[in-house]
Nanobody, 129 residues
Framework: QVQLVESGGGLVQSGGSLRLSCTAS????????LAWYRQAPGKEREGVSCISSHDGTTYFADSVKGRFTIYRDNAKNTVYLQMNSLKPDDTAVYHC??????????????????????WGKGTLVTVSS
């Protein structure tokens, strides 16, 4: 069964850290561009970060630059989102997505999001003030 499964969400205090994981089954992530998205209640979906399949170039939303890191471990078939200095505004459901080959140039647009091949169901991150 082809799927992406996120883990690592939870409740954390403002200023704390969490590391989200997204593990693929049924396919290998080696040739996939991988992205993280989040959606908070009453807010639009936001493209948080992306790592390109071509050369590992990473992209971040302005709201998380300098605080979040994305990296992949192909041996574990997993992509990670390290989140530091968390703020209450980071509270959202985070989910990952994968696109074979692809690139990150439009990952934060609707066309980029719906152009992904697979999506996970998400993990909830709650940051308390």
């Amino acid at each position: 069964q082809v799927q992406l499964v996120e883990s690592g969400g939870g409740l954390v205090q403002s200023g704390g850290s969490l590391r989200l994981s997204c593990t693929a089954s049924g396919f290998t992530l080696d040739y996939y561009t991988l992205a993280w998205y989040r959606q908070a209640p009453g807010k639009e979906r936001e493209g948080v970060s992306c790592i390109s399949s071509h050369d590992g170039t990473t992209y971040f939303a302005d709201s998380v630059k300098g605080r979040f890191t994305i990296y992949r471990d192909n041996a574990k078939n997993t992509v990670y989102l390290q989140m530091n200095s968390l703020k209450p505004d980071d509270t959202a459901v985070y989910h990952c997505a994968a696109q074979r080959v692809g690139d990150c140039l439009k990952y934060d647009s609707d066309s980029g999001y719906y152009g992904m091949d697979y999506w996970g169901k998400g993990t909830l991150v709650t940051v308390s003030s």
